[in-house]
T-cell receptor, first 112, second 114 residues
Framework: GAVVSQHPSWVICKSGTSVKIECRSLDFQATTMFWYRQFPKQSLMLMATSNEGSKATYEQGVEKDKFLINHASLTLSTLTVTSAHPEDSSFYIC????????FGSGTRLTVV | GENVEQHPSTLSVQEGDSAVIKCTYSDSASNYFPWYKQELGKGPQLIIDIRSNVGEKKDQRIAVTLNKTAKHFSLHITETQPEDSAVYFCAASKGAGTASKLTFGTGTRLQVTL
């Protein structure tokens, strides 16, 4: 079946630094990937839709300069949280589409 | 845009009993309704889905029903087991078979007690 690998599974970084999260579709090509953010005990909120070879489409209220998304190949999308602050601490989840949606295992980001 | 409401937010059942989670959606153009199970610290996993041209779908102990007129759909889990304990999310999208945005419900924390 379709497998999506997300790395790292958790990361701790200092305020002001940048963090990159990778999302890979291991056994299929995904022209579209999605990035979500999930706060504790809350639902998944879509941040952006990433299409291979083109600019990501961000949801209203999501700062595109802060959350940089790159989808350079059909199997890899990356989310970079730039100049991270404690309020960026959250659980970030990617999803790749191929017939259906397959989710990664998530990345717990803690900014200290 | 689409709005998906989900009830209840928490549900506790005894092992062997049934559990029902209900969702309503606002956009009549939505045509794909998946259900996900999320365990602590993990990403959501698809457990069952239904398209708008079908009223009911079943997979072993899990079933989903869809009422397009009322714009609501429900997840039914029978013979619950402790390993069913998790958070369940419903979702809706307008593009069955295409990479359309998923709108998620608020989640239901299911606890199956012995």
């Amino acid at each position: 079946g379709a497998v999506v690998s997300q790395h790292p599974s958790w990361v701790i970084c200092k305020s002001g630094t940048s963090v990159k999260i990778e999302c890979r579709s291991l056994d299929f090509q995904a022209t579209t990937m999605f990035w979500y953010r999930q706060f504790p005990k809350q639902s998944l909120m879509l941040m952006a839709t990433s299409n291979e070879g083109s600019k990501a489409t961000y949801e209203q209220g999501v700062e595109k300069d802060k959350f940089l998304i790159n989808h350079a190949s059909l199997t890899l999308s990356t989310l970079t949280v730039t100049s991270a602050h404690p309020e960026d601490s959250s659980f970030y989840i990617c999803s790749a589409f191929r017939v259906g949606y397959t989710f990664g295992s998530g990345t717990r980001l803690t900014v200290v | 845009g689409e709005n998906v409401e989900q009830h209840p937010s928490t549900l506790s059942v005894q092992e062997g009993d049934s559990a029902v989670i209900k969702c309503t959606y606002s956009d009549s153009a939505s045509n794909y309704f998946p259900w996900y199970k999320q365990e602590l610290g993990k990403g959501p996993q698809l457990i069952i889905d239904i398209r708008s041209n079908v009223g009911e779908k079943k997979d072993q102990r899990i079933a989903v029903t869809l009422n397009k007129t009322a714009k609501h759909f429900s997840l039914h889990i029978t013979e619950t087991q402790p390993e069913d304990s998790a958070v369940y999310f419903c979702a809706a999208s307008k593009g069955a078979g295409t990479a359309s945005k998923l709108t998620f419900g608020t989640g239901t924390r299911l606890q199956v007690t012995l």
